[in-house]
């Protein structure tokens, strides 16, 4: 190891510690406050609404101003959702997205879902494979409709107890066109940047215009970025989240 790479590994831990520090001294006020509360609470509830010690079950976070919202989840999930159900495929296959993505398109269309690790919940309407998204178990151009978001940019990181590959995430694109029947739908969304990065071991991200050509000669049918807290029809300076559906030529 470098010492360079050493010196920005401590202070990745240095900084990490601090984080926690400061969590922690959050934690002591969130303390406080529940405290007070519940002291409060029991000065105003009659004899047969009173809260016992035993049965305390103390929330933190929630008394905020706005509701918070992941802005990936919500716009990815909801324009693929839209497209999908638009389309009304005969089988969509899904590829390791969001399971409550992939449980609410269940209820619209039939859906395939393949994940590397085995869900410890099922649906009836979910037909579940254990499975890579380096080796699909589909024939070549056999399935219609196909969706992967977020996924390929973690592909080889190790970070879902993957195999460490540094080509992990264009062997899942490879992985992914092989399916694709003609005229097929594929919907992807994958972190943007200024240039091709790894943020090991959390995610790549990738160039736009890298990203277009992993995936030809699938032809662009619809793109959207996530930019912060906006979804936008084109893209803004700096990272972002980019959506793209593609289809498969005859």
Not at 202 to 217: D, G, Q
Request: negative net charge; contains cysteine.
């Amino acid at each position: 190891m470098k010492s360079s790479e050493l010196f920005w590994l401590m202070r990745f831990v240095a900084r990490s510690l601090l984080m926690q520090v400061l969590q922690w001294k959050k934690d002591l006020a969130a303390w406080r406050r529940f405290i007070g509360a519940y002291l409060d609470y029991k000065e105003i509830a009659p004899t047969d609404r009173q809260p016992s010690v035993e049965h305390i079950y103390p929330c933190f976070g929630d008394d905020v101003q706005t509701t918070p919202i992941e802005p990936t989840y919500f716009y990815q999930d909801t324009w693929a959702f839209e497209r999908i159900v638009r389309r009304q495929p005969a089988l969509h296959v899904d590829v390791g997205s969001h399971h409550r993505f992939v449980s609410f398109l269940s209820q619209v269309v039939p859906v395939t879902m393949v994940d590397l690790r085995p869900w410890s919940l099922q649906l009836s309407s979910i037909q579940f494979e254990q499975g890579s998204i380096l080796a699909l178990p589909f024939k070549d151009a056999s399935v219609p409709s196909v969706s992967s978001l977020c996924v390929i940019e973690h592909v080889g990181l190790g970070r879902y107890g993957d195999p460490l590959d540094p080509w992990g995430s264009e062997k899942a694109v490879e992985e992914l066109k092989r399916i694709i029947q003609p005229e097929g739908d594929l919907y992807v969304s994958v972190p943007l940047d200024e240039t091709n990065r790894v943020y090991f071991n959390a995610h790549r991200a990738f160039e736009e215009e890298y990203v277009l050509s992993l995936f030809s000669p699938l032809q662009i049918e619809d793109r959207r970025y996530i930019c912060g807290p906006d979804f936008f029809p084109s893209r803004r300076p700096g990272d972002a989240v980019g959506c793209f559906h593609f289809r498969r030529p005859r």
